[in-house]
C-alpha cells in the first residue's frame, strides 16, 4: 500500500507564506513525478505545480513568481512553498504521486488528503 500525507495548510493573511509538505510512503519502488492540486468551494480541482524526476517544474499562471515547488527523494517528499499569498489562493489543497509500487505492472496515481489553506485577514 501506499500513503500520501499531506501538512502545513492553515490561516494565513494576505501577503503571507505557508509551506505545504507531502510524505509518500509504502511499497514504493519509484517516484517519476509529483504535484499540487488545489479545489476551491464551488469550483474544479486545477493544477498548481509539478515537478518530473530531471528536476523540471511547471506552475499555474496564476502562481507563477509567488509559489515554488520541490522535492526531496531520498524522502519521497514534496514540498510547496507559497509566497504572497492572496484570499484567492484559499482552497483544499492536494499531493499527487505518479508512481510505481514494489511488484506492481504499471505506473499509478495517487492522492492525498488534502490540506486546507486559507487566506483572509
Known amino acids: 500500500q501506499v500513503q500520501l500525507v499531506e501538512s502545513g495548510g492553515g490561516l494565513v493573511q494576505p501577503g503571507g507564506s505557508l509551506r505545504l509538505s507531502c510524505a509518500a510512503s509504502?511499497?514504493?519502488?519509484?517516484?517519476?513525478?509529483q504535484g499540487w492540486y488545489r479545489q476551491a468551494p464551488g469550483k474544479q480541482r486545477e493544477s498548481v505545480a509539478r515537478?518530473?524526476?530531471?528536476?523540471?517544474?511547471n506552475y499555474a499562471d496564476s502562481v507563477k513568481g509567488r509559489f515554488t515547488i520541490s522535492r526531496d527523494n531520498a524522502k519521497n517528499v514534496v514540498y510547496l512553498q507559497m509566497n504572497d499569498l492572496k484570499p484567492e489562493d484559499t482552497a483544499v489543497y492536494y499531493c499527487n504521486n505518479y508512481l510505481l509500487r514494489i511488484g506492481a505492472p504499471d505506473w499509478e496515481y495517487y492522492w492525498g488528503q488534502g490540506t486546507q489553506v486559507t487566506v483572509s485577514s
Open positions: 515537478i518530473v524526476s530531471g528536476g523540471s517544474t
Open positions: 509504502g511499497s514504493i519502488a519509484s517516484i517519476t513525478s
